[in-house]
């Protein structure tokens, strides 16, 4: 399918680079029934049924954008005798390793160290080097030593269409208040709404809820530069589902409830996992899964999830999921009533095509 199908135009004061405060005051778009409604995300318990069960991605962001330096062996006169480098680590490959989109990549050699603080302390080798600024790194750190050199020295990548640095309260603003593991290096920004009360008013409502770990990349913020959908590779992340969560699920759809996945990130890793019959086992692997106009979901019904970009991977998902025609008809009623977009945005409830009312 043409890339360009996923294309509109979007005014650039649309675009959020602080959230709504408190968090779940942002707007909420209905688009579950023939007609678009506009409500709030404080509406939600409402929209749901007893019985349904929602999935959240309890992901923890780390600061994955580094800053470093590398030695220079053939410095001119007069300079500091280092090329600066800037590094956004987008997927672990074991304890103190990570694979990274590096600008100023083009002389790294694998065998080269690059420091990333100021006291030459916390540092990492080039271990390989691949295509397009791709170069994997091994510290000398792992683990959860690794995570703490990270929260010391790095900043947290936020999304570039925010055209801003980070700053201390994006620690707090860009992580779900359900949090637990450390890994992605993106939020899974539908879970940025919710607030303990509104935790609350689901549980009060009946509605359960389970939680699932994908570690997102930065390969989320890549643009699609291919003219065909079937000529775009998705970077692979890894994620989990436990077997308790997959319990909760199987016996809550036995009973008529409905699955509602908050966050694209969600529904990925549960259409990953899903079996054929629409089961949904215990799982933990990677998945590079790429969702476009076609595809046949297994399991989901319902998802929550903020406005994408244009042209990119996670609105042509939204698409195939409530229907090509309607999300762009959606998109031009939340640009005309002035909804906040990207990942600090506003949120909207899709149903499945199928399924719309």
């Known amino acids: 399918m043409r890339v360009d199908a996923f294309d509109f135009d979007l005014p650039r004061a649309l675009i959020a680079d602080r959230p709504a405060r408190p968090r779940d005051s942002a707007r909420l778009l209905d688009v579950t029934g023939a007609a678009f409604a506009d409500r709030g995300v404080l509406d939600l318990p409402a929209l749901l049924q007893p019985g349904d069960v929602m999935v959240f991605n309890d992901t923890r962001v780390i600061p994955a954008r580094l800053f470093g330096t590398r030695r220079l062996s053939d410095a001119p006169a007069g300079s500091d005798g280092v090329a600066r480098i800037e590094a956004t680590l987008h997927q672990a490959l074991g304890l103190d390793s990570w694979a990274a989109f590096v600008k100023g990549s083009k002389k790294l050699r694998p065998g080269q160290t690059v420091v990333f603080s100021d006291d030459d302390d916390f540092a990492a080798e080039v271990t390989s080097k691949g295509e397009a600024g791709e170069v994997t790194f091994r510290f000398n750190r792992s683990g959860a030593g690794l995570v703490l050199a990270l929260e010391k020295h790095g900043h947290l990548p936020l999304p570039p269409y925010m055209g801003r640095e980070d700053d201390p309260q994006d620690r707090t603003d860009y992580q779900t208040v359900y949090a637990r593991h450390d890994g992605a290096v993106a939020a899974p920004t539908a879970g940025l709404h919710f607030t303990d009360r509104l935790l609350e008013a689901l549980d009060q409502r009946g509605i359960q809820r389970v939680h699932v770990t994908l570690h997102v990349g930065a ?100 698409s195939a999921f409530a229907g090509h025609a309607r999300m762009q008809a959606a998109y031009a009623h939340a640009i005309a009533e002035g909804y906040r977009f990207y990942s600090y945005g506003d949120s909207s409830l899709l149903a499945r095509e199928d399924l719309i009312r």
Not at 278 to 300: L, N, Q
């Open 219 to 318: 390969g989320t913020f890549l643009p699609v530069k291919v003219d065909d959908t079937d000529d775009h590779r998705m970077h692979s992340e890894f994620g989990i589902i436990s077997p308790e969560a997959a319990e909760t699920i199987a016996q809550a759809r036995k009973k008529g409830g409905r699955l509602v996945c908050v966050g694209t990130t969600s529904l990925r890793l549960i259409e990953s996992a899903a079996l054929p019959d629409g089961s949904v086992p215990a799982w933990s692997g990677s998945t590079d899964i790429f969702i476009t106009p076609g595809y046949r979901f297994k399991a989901v019904d319902l998802l929550m999830t903020n406005f994408h970009l244009p042209r990119s991977t996670l609105f042509m998902l939204v």
